[in-house]
């Protein structure tokens, strides 16, 4: 049997409306062309709003496509059930809303034969269909960012990230994501990101940028936001990255 190349690892909650659009559809016609062996996981982090059905049915007859289904747990916990569920050589997460075509691919893919062992997409700093207070939010996010971690990526929170399996295996689980007690309610919003890629950069793991298209295409209810809702979470996700940084200060991560 072809050892599987890549796995594709989509987290989905409360993604109905994206799902109807026929972004799956598209993910499978990108992929049926390569000469590769791959899989789809989508990972489903306890929708309540039927995305688990509507997956099921549209890929019923699909080769190579899987549902997992697990409780509700946030968007690392259902990327990494997606991890342990599969089985090939490259991981890439990518998100349900397809802001950046899976066609993007076949930019980080030469970078694998280059030797990194990640490669991340990047939108640079534009944001199509973005309004302008989230324009600057990004802007100040990442200024403030690149002054306390990872100074040399432009972009740590794009959904397009390609990395090697035996990285996400040992590093994935070191997140502190993970130690955290509290109830996670609704889409939650973090900088796991940041400290993933901040764990792999402490630990040698090279890391490649590339920058990909990426359009705002998320139509699902669950993620969209009102203005307080965006500046409570980008607040949530600055308090985390100087966690991230006093946890370094102490040599957590090396």
């Not at 989509?10 to 992929?31: M, Q, W």
């Not at 549902?67 to 991981?91: F, R, Y």
Request: hydrophobic share 40%; charged share 30%.
């Amino acid at each position: 049997m072809e050892r599987i190349f890549l796995s594709i690892i989509i987290p989905c909650f409360n993604e109905h409306a994206n799902i109807k659009r026929g972004v799956l559809g598209e993910v499978r016609d990108f992929l049926k062309d390569q000469d590769f062996a791959w899989e789809v996981i989508i990972s489903d982090d306890g929708s309540t709003d039927g995305s688990s059905e509507l997956v099921e049915r549209e890929i019923k007859n699909w080769k190579n496509f899987r549902l997992l289904k697990i409780e509700h747990g946030g968007k690392p916990m259902a990327l990494w059930n997606g991890v342990k569920a599969s089985n090939g050589l490259w991981i890439l997460f990518t998100d349900m809303d397809q802001s950046t075509p899976i066609n993007e691919l076949t930019k980080l893919l030469p970078f694998v034969k280059k030797g990194c062992k990640a490669v991340i997409g990047s939108r640079g700093t534009g944001r199509k269909k973005f309004p302008f207070y989230r324009r600057v939010g990004a802007l100040v996010f990442m200024n403030l960012r690149r002054a306390l971690l990872l100074s040399n990526i432009k972009d740590t929170q794009c959904g397009f990230k390609l990395f090697d399996r035996n990285s996400l295996i040992k590093y994935f689980p070191r997140l502190s994501f993970f130690k955290r007690k509290i109830e996670t309610k609704g889409w939650l919003v973090s900088s796991w990101d940041v400290e993933f890629l901040h764990i792999l950069d402490k630990n040698g793991i090279s890391i490649k940028e590339v920058t990909v298209e990426w359009d705002d295409k998320d139509i699902s209810q669950s993620k969209g936001g009102y203005i307080s809702k965006y500046f409570r979470e980008s607040r949530d996700m600055l308090r985390e990255i100087i966690t991230v940084k006093l946890n370094d200060v102490r040599g957590q991560y090396n």
